[in-house]
């Protein structure tokens, strides 16, 4: 684990910082700027959470673990070296968005389906939870860019994509189980 004792370093004054195996890279690099984003990403879940109550907390708060694990995998390069590795790596695996997957399908069921796109609000939590979407949403981007440079763990991009969707269906839920969705109606101020 972790022990953190002292928070500030100085080592980043000039603008690097270090990765999880070492190497030290611009703050604005493309790795960097993939896991800050799912550290924002976390952030607006835990600001969620100040709206949510019992399974949905529960699940937020799995969520918020899942995305540490999402940023210990993407700030750790060099995947072609995780097997020599005295210590392996973390990595979020097909089975931590297999997860996301049922529990969608659970909360879809109840659900009517969509006859117009939605705007984000309606109830506190559900806007949150769109917020939360949007954020992944970039999150997932920054990610799929980082793959055009760099090899990453394919299961950090899936599951980015599936916790978009989930935060979707969520807030489709905290709206009533979709009853009080906003609608979206094209052209309605011309």
């Given at each position: 684990?972790?022990?953190?004792?002292?928070?500030?370093?100085?080592?980043?004054?000039?603008?690097?910082?270090?990765?999880?195996?070492g190497?030290?890279?611009?703050?604005?690099?493309?790795?960097?700027?993939?896991?800050?984003?799912?550290?924002?990403?976390?952030?607006?879940?835990?600001?969620?959470?100040?709206?949510?109550s019992?399974?949905?907390?529960?699940?937020?708060?799995?969520?918020?673990?899942?995305?540490?694990?999402?940023?210990?995998?993407?700030?750790?390069?060099?995947?072609?070296k995780?097997?020599?590795?005295?210590?392996?790596?973390?990595?979020?695996?097909?089975?931590?968005?297999?997860?996301?997957?049922?529990?969608?399908?659970?909360?879809?069921?109840?659900?009517?389906?969509?006859?117009?796109?939605?705007?984000?609000?309606?109830?506190?939590?559900?806007?949150?939870?769109?917020?939360?979407?949007?954020?992944?949403?970039?999150s997932?981007?920054?990610?799929?860019?980082?793959?055009?440079?760099?090899?990453?763990?394919?299961?950090?991009?899936?599951?980015?994509?599936?916790?978009?969707?989930?935060?979707?269906?969520?807030?489709?839920?905290?709206?009533?189980?979709?009853?009080?969705?906003?609608?979206?109606?094209?052209?309605?101020?011309?």
């Open positions: 684990m972790v022990v953190l004792n002292k928070i500030y370093t100085r080592t980043g004054d000039a603008g690097e910082t270090a990765l999880g195996n190497d030290r890279v611009a703050k604005h690099s493309s790795r960097v700027n993939a896991y800050g984003t799912t550290d924002e990403v976390n952030a607006t879940v835990g600001m969620a959470r100040l709206h949510a019992g399974d949905v907390d529960t699940a937020l708060a799995r969520i918020q673990n899942d995305l540490f694990d999402l940023g210990a995998d993407l700030c750790r390069p060099d995947m072609e995780d097997a020599d590795a005295e210590y392996p790596p973390l990595r979020v695996t097909d089975a931590q968005v297999e997860r996301l997957e049922a529990e969608i399908d659970v909360m879809n069921k109840v659900l009517e389906p969509l006859r117009s796109f939605i705007l984000p609000g309606g109830s506190e939590l559900a806007a949150y939870l769109h917020l939360c979407r949007t954020v992944s949403r970039r997932e981007r920054l990610v799929v860019e980082l793959a055009t440079e760099e090899s990453i763990n394919p299961a950090a991009v899936k599951y980015l994509n599936r916790l978009s969707d989930w935060f979707f269906v969520a807030a489709r839920m905290a709206n009533d189980n979709g009853q009080s969705d906003v609608l979206w109606v094209p052209g309605a101020n011309r």
